[in-house]
């Protein structure tokens, strides 16, 4: 069993910037065109192993709550923090994962993993708008804000995330790792966060009635060069992409854009369509890294041991 | 002559090509040489309530065990502690009260469908009941050196000739094996074995042993029966969040 806790990354993303030397970003020569191997039902082979992801969605940055929106916290950012992402109106935390990530890249590491570093096309991560302010619609802002004031203390269950109840998170949560299986006309992905697989299926099937919602939605895709493109829809309205944003509603339509850079890379982009809640669709831009130092996927055993709703709530009455 | 010898011989060679391939089902559709199990499959027993023989009762359908012998060979002490597990099932079954992850191997006979993944070089099982996920290593390595323990064990798989063998280890002494009550310790170690015996079809065995709980090794042993539904596919069965939906409805909690 792996244990991921916010307030470790939390710490770990205050040491990073405490020892990280201020850098430029320089640009790097493009990388040559990479031709995966194609397998026998022409799909182009995604490398063999172990993936992380970055850039995308909520969990990372949690202890980052937007002062805005909530009583304050000692893990809230300030304006002495670097990392503070407070002052900001758009009330996302979700967008620093790749600024973290660019620090550690130029802290020690092996040099094996350095030299796969040096591969890493440089991108930005995170929410691909001006601003990184999302075209909220004004209801669906005034209420989002309305709820978040409810969540600490949470003030029922539905102000509980999915996350903290060991439920399933939905499609935007959880960093790795990930395993991808392609078989014929099907990829299927494995996440050690919340032991939960997603099918894609390339077999040219429609997506399921509207009658079946699923946390994970529907999924559907074919590939485009190197870029796989899957369409999911059928989501069951309770899906976060972050804590900020804690409710897609069950209208959501997501495109992902998996495209192979090299063996060691994949850029992720996801376009979010929720027209209850915004006026167009918004972008988010991530990438998946293979982690060769994690051998296989291990338990991650939450719900077995989580006391989470009794501290906030207490044991339920008995019948 | 010569022509002759040359026929009779690439004849020979021929057969003794086609030989071992007659040997491994030529029905099958293979994946890196082996069946593929790739799909979607379940049960149709009543394992998940009772792995023994057993009459129906207000929600326990009746069914065929699948013990062979339908013995279960407890050690005297355990004889006493199953016997309280079944007096206590309602409130004290962990997968069926808290939705807990099954275990190996009842999350195979729940009453839910699972997905086996299997490419040339990997196999992974997905159950649908509370989206239980086993990857399943097939590279050689042994099971890690851990003192950790698992609600689905650690698993290593190899092929002998068309089986699947599923070596299963460093389990915790949490699961139970059906909802009456069927135990284990920490000791547990099971070996699974999926045969393929026609496209639709795996007979499915698992020799359980644990010399803390019990006198000998055991053996269950089932079909699976492939989910050949137009469209099927995993779906979600999430025990976890609706049994807190279910819990915490009232919540906060007034007098």
């Known amino acids: ?319 | 002559m010569n022509k002759f010898r040359i026929v009779f011989i690439g004849l020979i060679g021929f057969l003794l090509w086609t030989a071992p391939l007659e040997a491994q089902s030529p029905s099958l559709k293979r994946v890196g040489g082996k069946p593929d199990l790739n799909g979607i499959w379940q049960v149709l027993n009543t394992a998940a309530w009772d792995i023994q023989d057993h009459s129906g009762a207000l929600g326990t359908p009746p069914g065929l065990g699948v013990v062979e012998g339908n013995e279960i060979p407890y050690q005297p002490w355990a004889v006493a502690k199953k016997a309280q597990n079944f007096a206590n099932r309602a409130t004290a079954d962990p997968t069926e009260h808290n939705c807990f992850l099954p275990g190996v191997p009842r999350a195979t006979y729940m009453p839910f469908p699972f997905k086996i993944t299997q490419t040339p070089k990997d196999v992974a099982i997905s159950y649908e009941f509370t989206h239980t996920l086993r990857p399943i290593v097939m590279d050689g390595s042994p099971h890690p050196e851990t003192p950790e323990e698992n609600w689905m064990g650690i698993s290593r798989g190899r092929w002998e000739g068309d089986t699947l063998v599923v070596d299963v280890r460093n389990f915790n002494d949490q699961t139970w094996f059906d909802h009456a009550g069927n135990f284990h310790s920490e000791k547990l170690h099971v070996i699974e074995r999926y045969t393929m015996t026609d496209p639709d079809h795996i007979r499915y065995e698992a020799t359980i042993e644990d010399p803390k709980v019990f006198t000998r090794p055991w053996k269950i042993s089932m079909p699976l029966y492939r989910v050949a539904d137009k469209n099927a596919r995993l779906l979600e069965y999430e025990c976890v969040f609706y049994l807190q939906e279910e819990r915490y409805k009232n919540a906060p909690f007034h007098e």
């Open chain 1, 1 to 319: 069993m792996r244990l991921f806790t916010n307030s470790t990354s939390f710490i770990a993303a205050l040491w990073l910037v405490a020892i990280a030397p201020a850098h430029a970003q320089t640009p790097r020569p493009a990388a040559k065109a990479f031709t995966p191997a194609k397998l026998a039902d022409g799909q182009p082979e995604i490398p063999n192993g172990i993936w992380n992801r970055r850039g995308v969605g909520g969990l990372d940055n949690g202890a980052l709550e937007a002062q805005d929106h909530r009583p304050p916290n000692p893990l809230d950012p300030t304006p002495a923090n670097p990392l503070s992402v407070s002052s900001r109106d758009d009330g996302l935390n979700n967008v620093d994962r790749g600024f973290v990530d660019q620090f550690s890249e130029k802290l020690g590491k092996t040099p094996q993993e350095g030299q796969r570093g040096q591969n890493r096309e440089r991108r930005q991560m995170g929410i691909a708008e001006p601003g990184r302010i999302l075209p909220w619609k004004a209801e669906a802002d005034a209420a989002r804000r309305a709820f978040l004031l409810k969540t600490n203390p949470a003030q029922g269950l539905k102000y509980v995330e999915m996350d903290a109840r060991c439920a399933m998170p939905g499609l935007f949560f959880g960093n790795g790792p990930f395993q991808f299986l392609q078989t014929d006309k099907q990829i299927t992905i494995l996440s050690e966060y919340q032991h939960f697989t997603r099918t894609i299926n390339l077999d040219g099937r429609t997506h399921l009635s509207k009658n079946i919602k699923l946390f994970l939605g529907d999924s559907v895709g074919h590939w485009e060069g190197n870029t796989l493109v899957v369409d999911t829809t059928n989501f069951n309205g309770v899906t976060a992409y972050s804590r900020e944003i804690a409710y897609l509603t069950d209208a959501l339509h997501t495109v992902e854009r998996f495209t192979l850079v090299n063996a060691d890379t994949i850029d992720y982009e996801v376009t979010i369509d929720d027209p209850n809640q915004f006026t167009r669709p918004w972008k988010v831009t991530g990438q998946y890294n293979r982690a060769d130092d994690l051998p296989e996927l291990l338990e991650y055993a939450c719900a077995e041991g989580t006391q989470t709703l009794r501290n906030i709530f207490g044991d339920p009455p008995s019948k």
